[in-house]
């Protein structure tokens, strides 16, 4: 009982910290001028958002921190608590970093492709060792779900978490184009790790994954449309890093691809944009990441959030589902 009401006040103070912050943290941004650069080539009905407050993943990825720790203090040194710290922390740094430098410039050019990328391949690859050598039980085996079969991946298994932490933060990241958007679907994505963690008597995962869905809820109150404020890449990658993490301790790598599926569509989206336009000189979508080209075919902003919001909500109902079973 002491572990579910220990999951319950992690939900509640972590919204309730971040509602009491934003309105404080929001006038302060605009006074320092941190508004959001819009892209030139981007679409004309976001150019009214420049200057609207971003690095506001900050808020809510220093309230899971804080909270998570007071409410697991006595389990401080336990090297799960301080994995998921070191993943969020260290994602969302890679970000802020790529924020301050765009605001700094006052265009949307901050951390080269190559360095962001490096950086958070650095991070995904001191994951892997940190836990091989502090985490009891961590091994290379990977659960294949509904079948209940066991593959050892051996060396293959540090070059899946590689790819993990990188294409899920990128894809997160992509993702946050819209008011809203990667807020709730991160919400329900990270969601059915909760569940799994919670049968698998993982609670110090279970209670950093639910202050992170009370922090975001919190935010969400300022970022649905219209957005006062915006995660920033500081917010986006830092989930990312998270959704890996929680799927790497929770034994659930293949679902995290199911989970994630939002994730997965639009970050193909750019690749097909991309490779379809170096080779054959042609567009496949109006606009990618995806959301912008529903956006070019004539649906609203909130109509496309809600939309993906739904994608986002099966695809998690479905994974949850099939981890449970």
């Not at 006052?106 to 940190?130: C, E, P, R, T, V």
């Not at 899946?160 to 919400?187: E, H, I, K, Q, R």
């Amino acid at each position: 009982m002491e572990y579910f009401i220990n999951l319950l006040a992690s939900f509640i103070i972590s919204f309730l910290v971040v509602l009491v912050a934003m309105p404080k943290v929001i006038p302060f941004l605009h006074k320092m001028k941190f508004g959001q650069v819009q892209r030139e080539e981007g679409m004309e009905s976001h150019k009214a958002k420049g200057g609207t407050p971003t690095m506001g993943g900050s808020v809510f990825i220093l309230s899971t921190l804080l909270v998570a720790c007071i409410l697991n203090y006595k389990d401080i040194t336990n090297p799960i608590l301080l994995l998921l710290c070191f993943v969020t922390l260290g994602f969302g740094l890679i970000g802020l970093l790529d924020d301050a430098l765009i605001v700094v410039k006052k265009k949307n050019d901050g951390l080269s492709a190559k360095m962001k990328y490096a950086l958070q391949s650095l991070i995904a690859i001191a994951f892997y060792f940190l836990a091989k050598e502090y985490v009891p039980g961590f091994d290379t085996i990977i659960s294949i779900p509904f079948f209940h079969i066991n593959v050892d991946l051996g060396y293959a298994y540090p070059v899946l978490v590689y790819f993990m932490f990188t294409a899920t933060s990128n894809g997160v990241n992509l993702s946050d184009g819209l008011d809203g958007l990667a807020t709730g679907l991160c919400m329900m994505a990270i969601s059915p790790f909760i569940i799994f963690a919670i049968m698998m008597k993982e609670f110090t995962v279970a209670s950093f994954a639910m202050c992170m869905v009370g922090s975001l809820l919190g935010f969400m109150m300022f970022n649905y449309n219209p957005a006062k404020i915006f995660m920033g890449d500081v917010g986006s990658l830092s989930l990312g890093g998270l959704l890996s993490a929680l799927a790497i301790l929770t034994n659930q790598e293949i679902l995290l691809v199911l989970i994630g599926g939002v994730f997965v569509m639009e970050t193909l989206s750019v690749i097909i944009q991309v490779v379809s336009f170096k080779t054959r000189g042609k567009r496949v979508f109006k606009m990618a990441p995806i959301h912008h080209h529903f956006e070019m075919l004539g649906w609203n902003e909130p109509q496309v959030v809600i939309s993906f919001w739904f994608m986002g909500f099966i695809c998690a109902l479905i994974g949850m589902v099939l981890g449970v079973l």
